[in-house]
C-alpha cells in the first residue's frame, strides 16, 4: 500500500530525499507524514503534512527537515538536510487512507537511514 524509497547511507552533512507512494484503491487522503526508529528507542514522530499543506516538525528537527505532498502522485517526501549521525534511524512514513467509507492509517515498510560521522 505505501512504498517507501531513498534511504541510505550518507556522511554526515550530507542530504537525503525519502519518498512514499500510497497505492490501491484510494478515494482519498488526508494527513501524510514520517516517523523514525533508532535502535533501543521509541518510535518518535518526524513529521507530518495535511492535504492543505500544513506541516508540523518534531522541534528537533525544524530547519533541517522539509516535509512535502504530491496529491496528485499519491506521495509524500522528507527532504533531510545536514544529517547527523544521531538521525540513523529506520524511518517509517504513513497515510491517512480514506476507502469506501473507512479511513484508517497505514505504515510503509521502512526505509533506512545510516549516517556516518
Known amino acids: 500500500q505505501l512504498q517507501e524509497s531513498g534511504g541510505g547511507l550518507v556522511q554526515a552533512g550530507g542530504s537525503l530525499r525519502l519518498s512514499c507512494a500510497a497505492s490501491?484503491?484510494?478515494?482519498?487522503?488526508?494527513?501524510m507524514g514520517w516517523y523514525r526508529q533508532a535502535p533501543g528507542k521509541q518510535r518518535e514522530l518526524v513529521a507530518g503534512i495535511t492535504t492543505g499543506g500544513i506541516t508540523n516538525y518534531a522541534d528537533s528537527l525544524k530547519g533541517r527537515f522539509t516535509i512535502s505532498r504530491d496529491n496528485a502522485k499519491n506521495t509524500v517526501y522528507l527532504q533531510m538536510n545536514r544529517l547527523k549521525p544521531e538521525d540513523t534511524a529506520a524511518y517509517y512514513c504513513?497515510?491517512?487512507?480514506?476507502?469506501?467509507?473507512?479511513?484508517?492509517?497505514?505504515w510503509g515498510q521502512g526505509t533506512q537511514v545510516t549516517v556516518s560521522s
Open positions: 504513513y497515510a491517512d487512507i480514506v476507502r469506501y467509507s473507512n479511513n484508517n492509517r497505514y
Open positions: 490501491g484503491s484510494i478515494f482519498s487522503i488526508n494527513a
